[in-house]
């Protein structure tokens, strides 16, 4: 089989959604403080049902949410002995490595095969990251978001998420494309003055770099309290995207003419976990980088850039991407967008994502 012209021709990057989701790869599943010892949730993540636990000693374990007995979904038991799921249904018992190791009924015979499916998955940067493909899984290409490590707490967001009723690159498009906050987010995260920009791309391996730069703008609403009583700055903003959906932002502002790193701001975390083709649970936080406010009004700063990206993102970006799936979903498969010049980000992921796609698809 001659599979080279698969990858070198990837469907049609200029495709809105690329109808299949990269399964040999990194997601957040939700926030490591979302889960407490003892605590078992349910998450869907590529249309899959997945029960995510954590053991007494603090270690997390992921199976199918679905007991092997009769499907009850397991995410409604509870764990046991530390370090086990009691399905609420008929009480069968199953560990980290989905084994039955308890079965309360009749001689207590546990079948052999008598298991649920486990997926791989590693606490770091402060999220639960899960492995969704049948190759190994290698937690050193979880990708580098070591601003979230940081321990100075009252620079740091709370780490938040929404669902957005809509494919997960639809969110991509939009955060690959800061074009729209002088639009969607005017006067919050930008500007009229922000329209004229300077896009750069670059790609760094399977990762794209894109960035956004304009000079002497009044100064956007959540930067203005970073840097109190400047009026006018230059503004700029770097956002890596690592497939399939996390992405890391670093924007700033600074006096006019001066060097950037003078000035502040902040990381951006997101990462974006598809539940189904038509469902995006938005993990977000922030870190804020040369804190030059005080520290008796930092946590004051850490509670409105907490609510106002929560604002920007479910109240702003939500509603038009959601309106946006609806609309492509009642016009078919197959519109083209006409493409901007600040499309260039947008275009250049999705040739990586689908070549992605392509590979596992061989
Ligand atoms: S469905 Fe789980 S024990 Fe019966
Ligand atoms: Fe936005």
Redesign the pocket.
């Known amino acids: 089989m001659n599979v080279t012209p698969r990858i070198a021709e990837p469907r049609n990057t200029r495709a809105m959604i690329s109808g299949s989701f990269v399964r040999n790869a990194w997601y957040v599943a939700m926030w490591a403080e979302d889960l407490a010892p003892g605590q078992v949730v349910g998450r869907v993540i590529l249309n899959e049902n997945i029960a995510i636990f954590r053991k007494a000693d603090g270690s997390v374990a992921a199976l199918t949410d679905r007991?092997a007995?009769?499907?009850?979904p397991l995410h409604l038991g509870k764990v046991v002995a530390g370090d086990r799921i009691q399905?609420a249904?008929?009480?069968?018992e199953f560990d980290g490595s989905g084994a039955c190791v308890l079965n309360p009924h009749g001689n207590g015979r546990i079948a052999p095969g008598l298991r649920v499916k486990t997926y791989p998955i590693v606490e770091k940067h402060r999220a639960l990251w899960i492995w969704m493909g049948d190759k190994p899984a290698d937690p050193s290409k979880i990708p580098d978001f070591s601003p979230l490590d940081t321990r100075e707490e009252s620079h740091v967001t709370k780490r938040d998420w929404i669902i957005i009723k809509a494919n997960y690159e639809l969110v991509v498009d939009n955060l690959l494309d800061l074009s729209h906050v002088s639009y969607l987010h005017d006067g919050l995260l930008g500007n009229e003055d922000t329209i004229d920009s300077e896009i750069s791309v670059e790609q760094d391996g399977d990762a794209v770099v894109v960035g956004r730069k304009s000079t002497n703008s009044r100064i956007p609403g959540l930067f203005a309290f970073q840097m109190p009583g400047q009026e006018r700055v230059d503004k700029w903003n770097t956002i890596r995207w690592t497939a399939p959906g996390n992405m890391l932002l670093r924007s700033g502002v600074h006096k006019p003419g001066t060097d950037p790193e003078t000035g502040t701001g902040y990381y951006g975390i997101h990462f974006l976990t598809p539940e189904t083709e038509r469902t995006t649970r938005y993990h977000f936080t922030a870190v804020r980088w040369n804190v030059l406010t005080d520290s008796s009004v930092n946590e004051q700063i850490r509670e409105k850039i907490s609510v106002m990206r929560r604002f920007a993102f479910a109240e702003q970006d939500g509603p038009v991407i959601e309106a946006q799936q609806v609309a492509i979903d009642q016009a078919g498969e197959d519109l083209e967008p006409h493409l901007l010049s600040i499309d260039v980000g947008p275009v250049r992921y999705k040739r990586v994502l689908q070549n992605l796609i392509a590979q596992e698809q061989i």
């Open positions: 007991c007995h009769r499907f009850a399905c249904y008929h009480g069968l």
